[in-house]
Structure formats: structure tokens, C-alpha cells
């Protein structure tokens, strides 16, 4: 790759949040999360975005269920950009429900509503629905020491995407066609773990050309 194509990227994130502890419902969280990001993207489609978030979610006493609903509006200005003069707005909607199966795992399906206010700069179409899928095993004691595995999945389409777990906005133009993915985690002693993960990404370009990115992530935490 020629260094003088690679964008430098610097993202700020903030979140702010607080726990209601009810009698009916358990923990009640309500979150509210504020992103910037900056580059050195030329064409000025990628840089200077803002995202706000918003989410609530219920949490029982007993954590046999999970449910969230969150919202996120992303600015695009197209700064300095030859084609548009325009900024772009992308809002989305999504819904999680997670639970156990049984008393060894745990289900989780989110679901990706996303509405852009410019369809010629979203491939076409002004809104995507995608569902994420994850799959957790508890193993519990063995000899190899793994405590979980984890399988993930994307089903459906998804552009300009907000991932509040993770504390991230995919800033990039190209559609996301799907992905699969698995994670495994170790526990190494009373308080650390070791995690690693394996997925493989699909995106299509504005052009049209399809391609996939695999990813390798390794975690190790120490505690005292």
C-alpha cells in the first residue's frame, strides 16, 4: 500500500451515564455518548464527524435478560469534498435483547436500523436493516482453562454503523455486507483472563467491487 494513501485518524469519545435501582425492574441505565472524529481523508467524507448516542437499558436483579434501546444521529459535513457541497446525516435505530438459553450460555440479537439523508452517498438505498447474532458457551472448569467461547454473525447490510459497546462509529463509505467471527477466552488465575479473537468482515464499494478484511484481536488483563 502506498504510505502517502493511508489516512491518520485521531477518535474522542465521551459517555455519560447513570444506574436507577428499581423494585419492579432491576438496574435501569440510561447512557448518552458524544464522539468525534478527525483525519487527514483528502476527499473530506470521512473527517470532522460528530456522533451522539443515546441508549436506555433494563438489567434484572436475577440478570436472566438484557434489553437496550438506543439511537445515534452521525454528522458528516463533506468538508472540502469536489462532489458534494452538502453535509450527510445517518441516524440509527437499535434494539438488543440478550438471555440465556440455558444455565451455560448466553444469546444475544441486535437489531440495526439505519436511515441515510442522501441515498447516492449509501450505495443507492436510504435505509439498511441488519440483525448482529452472538453465541456464548460457558465451558466451566476443564484442562485447558478456557472459561467461554463466543460466535458471531451479521445478517444483512449495514453502512456508517455505531457500535456503542465497543465505543466506535465505522466511518466509511463502504457497505457491510455481513461477517462471522469467534472469541475464546482463558482464565488465568482468580482475576486475569486472556481473550482472543478471530472475524471476517464483507464490504462492497460504491463501485460495486466486493472484498473482506480479517481481523485478530488478542486481550490479556492482569488483576490484583
Known amino acids: ?3 502517502a494513501n493511508n489516512i491518520d485518524q485521531v477518535s474522542m469519545f465521551t459517555t455519560l451515564g447513570y444506574n436507577f435501582y428499581t423494585d419492579a425492574n432491576g438496574v435501569v441505565n440510561v447512557r448518552a455518548d458524544f464522539q468525534s472524529i478527525d483525519n487527514n481523508d483528502p476527499t473530506g467524507a470521512t473527517d470532522n464527524v460528530s456522533v451522539n448516542s443515546y441508549q436506555a437499558s433494563v438489567t434484572p436483579y436475577d440478570e436472566k435478560y438484557y434489553v437496550e434501546l438506543g439511537m445515534s444521529t452521525s454528522e458528516y459535513p463533506f468538508t472540502g469534498n469536489t462532489t458534494y457541497s452538502d453535509g450527510l446525516t445517518v441516524d440509527q435505530f437499535n434494539a438488543t435483547y440478550g438471555t440465556g438459553l440455558t444455565a451455560s450460555d448466553w444469546l444475544t440479537l441486535k437489531l440495526f436500523q439505519i436511515s441515510s439523508s442522501d441515498k447516492t452517498r449509501t450505495h443507492g438505498q ?35 454503523a455505531v457500535d456503542g459497546a465497543a465505543g466506535s462509529a465505522y466511518n466509511v463509505g463502504d457497505l457491510q455486507t455481513g461477517s462471522v467471527g469467534v472469541t475464546t477466552e482463558w482464565k488465568v488465575g482468580e482475576d486475569s483472563n486472556l481473550l482472543f479473537s478471530l472475524s471476517r468482515e464483507n464490504y462492497r464499494t460504491a463501485a460495486g467491487v466486493d472484498y473482506s478484511g480479517d481481523y485478530r484481536y488478542i486481550n490479556f488483563n492482569i488483576g490484583f
Open 1 to 3: 500500500m502506498d504510505p
Open 126 to 160: 436510504k435505509s439498511y436493516s441488519s440483525v448482529e447474532a452472538k453465541y456464548k458457551y460457558f465451558l466451566g472448569d476443564n484442562f485447558t482453562l478456557v472459561n467461554n467461547v463466543e460466535f458471531s454473525t451479521l445478517l444483512g447490510k449495514r453502512i456508517f
